[in-house]
T-cell receptor, first 113, second 109 residues
Framework: DSGVTQTPKHLITATGQRVTLRCSPRSEDLSVYWYQQSLDQGLQFLIHYYNGEERAKGNILERFSAQQFPDLHSELNLSSLELGDSALYFC????????????FGPGTRLTVL | GQSLEQPSEVTAVEGAIVQINCTYQTSGFYGLSWYQQHDGGAPTFLSYNALDGLEETGRFSSFLSRSDSYGYLLLQELQMKDSASYFCAVNNAGNMLTFGGGTRLMVKP
């Protein structure tokens, strides 16, 4: 158990819909990262938040957005869903100060029908 | 852009030693990380190399050569539970990770 929690574990929805994925980092971590894992694209970095502020963006679609709240939990919002958005979405957290180890949550499996 | 290359599959027998290579092309390189992921599970951190040389952690070791843009993960005394996917990842600024495609390791009895 990494100490990072994600909800829900599974999500099934239809094309065109909008969903919100939630992540709670370890209590000591200020950084939250979001990753998408699919069979064809592998494990891809989406976005990084540090203490409530966006720090880096990767291959994140404009239909996707994220935020980190004052209590440091984070949400990833996916809208106008397409079949290709079906994937495992992981969040990870790390301590402040540039620790190199990221602790991954169990992931949310999103299925778009 | 950035790219990492690692073999897609490796098979070895229990008790053996296996080496998983990773070559990378990237800008803003801070270090090379290795993560393990069992089927249906989350990636878990194994090691990190910022400088050239070998880092040893128990049965696992990781090596980096920055001049060759190359690293490897060495797994010794293989056990059945080591069957998993192994990802190398480049650490960029802000501890952002760019992952390779993963190497599926199958350990046979």
């Amino acid at each position: 158990d990494s100490g990072v929690t994600q909800t829900p574990k599974h999500l099934i929805t239809a094309t065109g819909q909008r969903v919100t994925l939630r992540c709670s980092p370890r209590s000591e971590d200020l950084s939250v990262y979001w990753y998408q894992q699919s069979l064809d694209q592998g494990l891809q970095f989406l976005i990084h938040y540090y203490n409530g502020e966006e720090r880096a963006k990767g291959n994140i679609l404009e239909r996707f957005s994220a935020q980190q709240f004052p209590d440091l939990h984070s949400e990833l919002n996916l809208s106008s869903l397409e079949l290709g958005d079906s994937a495992l979405y992981f969040c990870a957290s790390s301590v402040a100060g540039g620790s190199n180890e990221q602790f991954f949550g169990p992931g949310t499996r999103l299925t778009v029908l | 852009g950035q790219s990492l290359e690692q073999p897609s599959e490796v098979t070895a027998v229990e008790g053996a030693i296996v080496q998983i290579n990773c070559t990378y092309q990237t800008s803003g390189f801070y270090g090379l990380s290795w993560y393990q992921q069992h089927d249906g599970g989350a990636p878990t951190f194994l090691s990190y190399n910022a400088l050239d040389g070998l880092e040893e952690t128990g049965r696992f070791s990781s090596f980096l050569s920055r001049s060759d843009s190359y690293g490897y993960l060495l797994l010794q005394e293989l056990q059945m539970k080591d069957s998993a996917s192994y990802f190398c990842a480049v650490n960029n600024a802000g501890n952002m990770l760019t992952f390779g495609g993963g190497t599926r390791l199958m350990v046979k009895p």
